[in-house]
């Protein structure tokens, strides 16, 4: 199981470099999830990554890291349902509006964040 944790790390660290070089097919991305009822797409996305994390958890090297992001996946996919899509959308409005070079220390992160995920599986 720590596997499937190690290739979900490798394909944020993917999604996060793309993101940095190319912050505005992130807007687009973001634009795409607004539309409708899509952003319930990307709560039950995060829903299932939790799930996974959680059940993976066990088996991976530093247990509390990939513990606490399954926990803070629950978190961010029941919000999205908690929150509903108006003030979703102007959370996601708020990412849009923010300079190229925000975006880009937040890819960063996200990078880190990968990283330590593959690290820690």
């Given at each position: 199981m720590?596997i499937?944790?190690?290739?979900?790390?490798?394909?944020?660290?993917?999604?996060?470099?793309?993101?940095?070089?190319?912050?505005?097919i992130?807007?687009?991305?973001?634009?795409?999830?607004?539309?409708?009822?899509?952003?319930?797409?990307?709560?039950?996305i995060r829903?299932?990554l939790a799930?996974?994390?959680?059940?993976a958890?066990g088996?991976c090297?530093?247990?509390?890291?990939?513990?606490?992001?399954?926990?803070?996946?629950?978190?961010?996919?029941?919000?999205?349902?908690?929150?509903?899509?108006e003030?979703?959308?102007?959370?996601?409005?708020?990412?849009?509006?923010?300079?190229l070079?925000?975006l880009?220390?937040?890819?960063?992160?996200?990078?880190?964040i990968?990283?330590?995920?593959?690290?820690?599986?």
């Amino acid at each position: 199981m720590n596997i499937v944790i190690r290739i979900i790390g490798i394909v944020f660290v993917f999604i996060t470099i793309v993101y940095f070089l190319k912050p505005d097919i992130m807007k687009r991305l973001m634009e795409f999830f607004k539309q409708g009822r899509r952003m319930y797409f990307a709560a039950l996305i995060r829903l299932v990554l939790a799930v996974v994390f959680l059940l993976a958890a066990g088996q991976c090297r530093y247990f509390w890291v990939i513990f606490a992001f399954g926990v803070l996946f629950i978190i961010s996919g029941l919000l999205i349902f908690i929150l509903g899509p108006e003030k979703v959308k102007s959370y996601i409005n708020w990412w849009q509006r923010q300079p190229l070079i925000f975006l880009r220390v937040m890819a960063l992160i996200g990078l880190a964040i990968g990283a330590l995920v593959i690290y820690s599986a």
